[in-house]
Each structure stands twice: as C-alpha cells, then as structure tokens.
C-alpha cells in the first residue's frame, strides 16, 4: 500500500483563506479587526523566525498585528506588566507569548497571567481545564491543527483506535483529549511505555509528537492506519542540514493509509490555527458566532 499524502501545506492554506473571508465580514459588518499580540523576549534565533512567520501570515489575512520584542534581560515585573496592558486593550484579541523564555522568567506564571478567553496558544491553566473538561474553550493550536486534517481525512473519527506517542503540555495531552473529545478510544504512549511497537499498531490513528527523529518505522504502523507525524528535528545527512519528522516517512508511508509530510504536514497549520484561534477569540469578545469548523 502507498499511503496518501495529507497535504498540511494546502489545508492551512484553506484555513487561512476562511479566516480572511471571516475576517472581511467582521470589518464590514461591524467595523471590527481582529488583533494578535506576540510577545518574544530575546534573541532565540529559532523563535525570531516563528514570529516573523506569525506577524507576517497575521497581516495577510486582515488581521492587525501588534509585535512586542523585548530585551533577554527584561525583567518579570516588567513582562507582566506588558501582559496586563494587552489584556486590557480592546484592539488585542489573541495573545502569544513565544517560548521557550529566558530562564529567569517563570513561565507558567507568565502565561497564566494572559486572560484566558485571548490565550490564543492555549496554554493557560483555565483554557486545560476547560479542554479536559470538555467545554468551550483555547484549543492550543497544533493539536487542533491536527484534528482539523484528521476530520476532514475521515469525516467522523468515532470509535477508532487513536494512540498519540507523548505526553507534553502542548503537544501530548491536548492531542489526547481532543481525540477523546471525538470519541476516539485513546491510549497515550511516553517514554516508560512498554513494548511501543505493538501499542502503536494497535492505532487507527497514530499522532507522533516525540522530537526523535525517525524512530516510528513501518513496522510500527498497523496497515491502513493514518499517521500524524507532528515531530520537526534538524538532522545532517550527506553533508546536509535536513528536516525529518518523528516518523520515519519511506517505511511508514510504505504501510499506512494516509500519513503527514515533514515538512508540509502539521507546521503549516499550526500558525493556521493561531489565526483560527484569534478570529474566535475576537468573535466571541463581541459575541458573535463564531467561524464553523475553525474551532474543536
Ligand atoms: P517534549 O520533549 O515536550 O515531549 C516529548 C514526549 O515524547 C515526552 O512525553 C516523552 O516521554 C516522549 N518520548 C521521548 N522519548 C520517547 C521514546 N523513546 N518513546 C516514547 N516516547 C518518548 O516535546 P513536544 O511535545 O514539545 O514536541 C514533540 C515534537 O513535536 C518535537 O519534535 C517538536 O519539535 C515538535 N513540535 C512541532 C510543532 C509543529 O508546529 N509542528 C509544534 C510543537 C512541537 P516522557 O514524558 O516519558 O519523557
């Protein structure tokens, strides 16, 4: 079997143009523009591009983008600070604050200081709890990236087997709980997981979100299933800098049904979602409905 490619790059792009049209109708029917805040403190090479990326996709589809770069040694008072500003301001509807962050600021506190209806990543303690409890709430955006393309690939994921390979905060956990939330039977694997290859070829669905390159191979892979490879590793091969996902592509794509490309596959939509997220936020803000099928 050759798997189907699920084209992540094409399906943000999708996204990205439902949230412009959304975004269009906001400005002339209520004179509202949707606004996201993103915060980088430093100069992390990596998260300098991820903002970049961010503030340029933002102005694309209409939204207004508010950049706030502040200095490695910016001091916690001086963040949270920031953050209360931006809770307060009409204009701001998503907040992001980019991690990872210097280590001398504490970032649970500081993205539990986001009011949770802008916490555009999701990530605040209220937004988890709201999505572990099933209510409405900021889904943090990869994993609703990945649910996107799940649903749109089988329609209803009901009562399959779903396994998600790591447990992290942003990645992980949400991953599982959205999958249940969509009456998958869910089983979450990690690192103490005993026999990982006979638990993930019980998946229908299987979401690797590990950051080691290439270590889901084909025979880990239950013939037909759909793979969702959420890992980006920088790896040299043939004197070459490479992206390579978690899933090692020519073996898995050699077994599955359909599986996602490194790159190409989850990354695009994770900046999808993020304006996915702020148009919801700003119409919930105003309470109006929100966009159908951009949410969970
Ligand atoms: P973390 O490092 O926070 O979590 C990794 C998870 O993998 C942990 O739960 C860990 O288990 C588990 N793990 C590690 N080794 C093994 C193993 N040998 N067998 C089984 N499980 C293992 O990573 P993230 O969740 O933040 O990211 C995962 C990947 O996704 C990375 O490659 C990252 O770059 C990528 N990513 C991509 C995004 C995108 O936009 N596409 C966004 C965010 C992340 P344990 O808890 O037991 O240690």
Known sequence: ???????????????????????????????????????????DPASEVYVRNKGVQTVEVGMASFEHKLPATTSEADLLAL??????????????????????????????????????????????????????????CTPLGCLMMLRDHHGSLSGMNAVVVGRS????????????????????AHSRTKDLAAVCRGADILVAAVGRPEMITGDMVKPGATVIDVGIN????????????????????AVAGAITPVPGGVGPMTIACLLANTLTACCRANGLPEPKGLTA
């Open 83 to 140: 953050i209360g500003r931006l809770n307060a301001d009409p204009k701001v509807h998503g907040i992001l604050v980019q991690l990872p962050l210097p280590s001398h600021l504490n970032s649970e506190l500081v993205i539990n200081t986001i009011d949770p209806a802008k916490d555009a990543d999701g990530f605040h303690i209220s937004n988890v709890g709201l999505l572990g409890t099933g209510q409405k709430s900021m889904v943090p």
């Open 1 to 43: 079997m050759t798997a189907t490619v699920i084209d992540g790059k094409a399906f943000a792009a999708k996204v990205r143009a439902e949230v412009a049209a959304h975004v269009a109708r906001l400005k002339e029917e209520h004179g509202i523009t949707p606004g996201l805040a993103v915060v980088l403190v430093g100069e």
């Open 234 to 253: 920088r790896i040299e091969r043939d004197g070459k800098v490479k992206l390579v996902g978690d899933v090692h592509y020519a073996s898995a794509a």
């Open 169 to 188: 905060n942003i990645v992980g956990k949400p991953m599982a709980q959205l999958l249940l939330g969509d009456s998958c039977t869910v089983t979450i």
